[in-house]
């Protein structure tokens, strides 16, 4: 029975509910620095600042503004300063731990690239970046020890080819993850690169959509392996056949990691390929106009879907953004090829794409100058860069294949089906990262070769994927790998020192698994450094001793007691 005060008894007004800085409902007052940064001057605007000031003037010139915000804009964060150690990267202040030098992001939308291009990266590499190359696990190619006066060269020198660093970060719509094999797979569903390069040309760059409430991700893809981790986006267009419309695809959005993991919905809609970029700027423009801006640690799409549901979110998209209703339409079929493309396949035209892998996507200006001479050598002036940190060669005659191959296992790039190599991630790590806490890339070609000789003549039922992250943000994304490795502080014996909580058993919609799922976390199990290679032969072979028959790693994972993991 409900109760009413007694007489002369004072009831409490109802405090007032937050704004949560959603500009349709709370108008466009800034609620916190970053939105006040943004409202002040947009993002875009600094490339003036930096060609016409800061590149004369030098690091110094720079306000803290534009380093710590706008820079971001056009790819560019400030890397980590030489020598400070893990302990100390939550202590420290930003600038505390930035060096006069920048780590600059190369943006390659759908993974194309040219043989020109890249030569063109490379050359950029070698005369200011050190040598210095990494693929990312988003097609992009990251460049560090770059000077600001620097910066105006570097991208007369993008772009004279048809690259830039345009949104590369901040807050924005990144770059556009798409099939690496858009255009050329034999069993390819649809062609994505017109939609793209349309989304690209529009939308890139325009002051619309260059204030989000943080970043903003896009996936889409025509190929049957699903290649373009569409659960982990924060909008993604998967290709699907329609039993009445045909082919098009399936719309999944709010999907993302970080500390706080979530994958995409199906928003049970149909788009037609004519409507895929109208259905992108509606999706964004509903994030731009309707996401969380109040606090920073929940503005992103996945937050605002989760508040809303799939169903409120199609019909805000169908009927304040499209005006029109969305076709309903069916999900995926499960993958039935390898997403990652690594080997030799044949292309519809006849030739061949051969996939290559790069230890945790490590490169250098050198490598990249010699895999594009080797293409070049070949006849081929296409490659592509895929979200797994691989990299493609396409169009090799038939009776060039072996030699090929023969010239990339010479190079370091193995198109086999090696045991981890193939599948073995990782961030950027202490080495540049400020937000780091452990080394990441050379622990993990460390893992490889000492896990590759230990287990050698071993024949895995499917490959086991390692992913290591220097921080809790999952750029490398730990809970989507078979063994995912978070970077933390590892106390033994009253000692810190380097090494990971582990996840096990995640993965991703894949033709060994029906749909994705986070890995488990079991408490206490951490390991050093040190003892990484050990820990996970030993998770490896337990695997192989206790699995049913046709179990997956992350069956066996997910099933078997703790007491086996540890």
Not at 28 to 55: C, H, M
Not at 345 to 368: F, M, N, P
Not at 495 to 510: K, R
Request: charged share 30%; net charge negative.
């Amino acid at each position: 029975m409900k109760q009413t005060p007694r007489s002369g008894a004072s009831t409490r007004p109802a405090r007032p509910k937050k704004s949560n800085g959603q500009w349709k409902i709370d108008g466009q007052e800034p609620l916190n620095k970053n939105e006040a940064d943004k409202a002040q001057d947009n993002g875009l605007n600094v490339r003036a600042r930096i060609e016409e000031t800061y590149s004369k003037n030098g690091f110094s010139s720079i306000t803290d503004e534009d380093l710590h915000a706008r820079f971001r804009w056009w790819g560019l964060y400030t890397q980590r300063k030489p020598g400070i150690d893990g302990g100390r990267t939550a202590t420290l202040e930003p600038h505390e731990l930035e060096d006069e030098y920048f780590m600059l992001r190369i943006r390659i939308d759908g993974g194309k690239l040219s043989t020109e291009q890249l030569h063109t990266i490379a050359g950029i590499s070698n005369d200011f970046g050190r040598g210095s190359a990494d693929l990312t696990d988003r097609q992009n190619i990251q460049l560090h020890w770059i000077e600001i006066e620097n910066v105006p060269e570097i991208w007369d020198r993008l772009e004279a080819v048809g690259l830039q660093t345009t949104e590369a970060c901040g807050d924005v719509p990144r770059v556009i993850l798409g099939s690496p094999v858009a255009g050329i797979a034999a069993d390819e569903l649809i062609d994505p690169t017109p939609s793209i390069e349309e989304i690209s040309r529009r939308y890139i760059g325009d002051p619309s959509l260059s204030n989000l409430p943080r970043k903003y991700k896009t996936a889409i893809t025509g190929h049957p392996s699903q290649d373009v981790v569409h659960e982990i986006n924060d909008c993604s267009f998967v290709a699907v056949d329609h039993p009445e419309h045909g082919i098009g695809y399936d719309l999944w959005v709010g999907g993302a990691l970080s500390t706080v993991p979530r994958f995409a919905e199906r928003l049970g809609a149909w788009v037609a390929p004519e409507q895929v970029v109208e259905t992108w700027l509606g999706v964004t423009e509903i994030f731009r106009d309707y996401g969380y801006r109040r606090l920073r640690n929940k503005a992103r799409l996945k937050f605002l879907l989760a508040d809303w549901g799939a169903e409120k979110f199609r019909d805000i998209l169908e009927t304040e953004y499209l005006g029109y209703k969305l076709a309903d339409g069916p999900a995926p079929e499960k993958p039935a090829t390898a997403g990652d493309h690594v080997g030799v396949h044949k292309q519809a035209d006849g030739k061949y794409y051969i996939g290559v892998s790069l230890i945790a996507g490590r490169a250098s200006g050198t490598l990249l100058n010699q895999v594009a001479d080797l293409a070049d050598k070949f006849g081929s002036t296409r490659l592509r860069t895929t979200p797994h940190q691989k990299i493609l060669l396409l169009d090799i005659e038939e009776k060039d294949i072996d030699e090929v191959v023969a010239g990339l296992d010479a190079l370091g790039l193995s198109s086999r089906k090696d045991l981890f190599r193939r599948s073995t991630m990782a961030c950027t790590g202490i080495e540049f990262c400020k937000l780091a806490i452990v080394e990441t890339k050379q622990t993990a070609a460390d893992a490889v070769a000492q896990l590759e000789e230990r287990l050698a003549g071993i024949d895995l039922p499917h490959p086991i994927s390692l992913h290591l992250n220097g921080c809790p943000n999952s750029c490398a994304r730990i809970q989507t790998a078979d063994i995912g490795l978070k970077g933390q502080l590892v106390t033994i014996d009253g000692v810190q020192t380097p090494g990971f909580q582990v996840h096990v058993g995640g993965g991703l919609a894949s033709k060994d698994r029906d749909e994705a799922g986070l890995g488990r976390t079991v408490r206490g199990l951490k390991v050093t450094v040190d003892d990484l290679s050990d820990y996970v032969e030993k998770l490896v072979r337990r695997f192989l001793d206790g699995r049913s028959e046709d179990e997956t790693f992350s069956q066996w994972a997910h099933r078997v007691d703790d007491e086996e993991l540890v």
